[in-house]
């Protein structure tokens, strides 16, 4: 189980996992496939690895979301 936090309450990651728990383990690696580009996203639009000064194309934003 992987989320991307940034901006999610403990209610919302306890009602994510809750909604996740069953789902098999080909979903749920897309799920955690889908968290961790947007965990990445976040990361960088918040200047972690020294990538602030790289801007993502807008579709990369749309994959991510």
């Known amino acids: 189980y ?3 936090a940034t901006g999610k309450t403990g209610a919302q990651m306890l009602e994510l996992l809750e909604t996740r728990v ?3 383990r080909a979903e749920e690696l897309e799920n955690a496939a889908r968290e961790q580009a947007r965990i990445d ?3 960088m639009r918040h200047g972690a690895f020294g ?3 790289y801007s993502l194309p807008s579709s ?3 994959r991510a979301w």
């Open 2 to 4: 992987i989320v991307c």
């Open 22 to 24: 069953g789902n098999s």
């Open 41 to 43: 996203v976040e990361a």
């Open 51 to 53: 990538a602030a000064r």
């Open 60 to 62: 990369a934003w749309r």
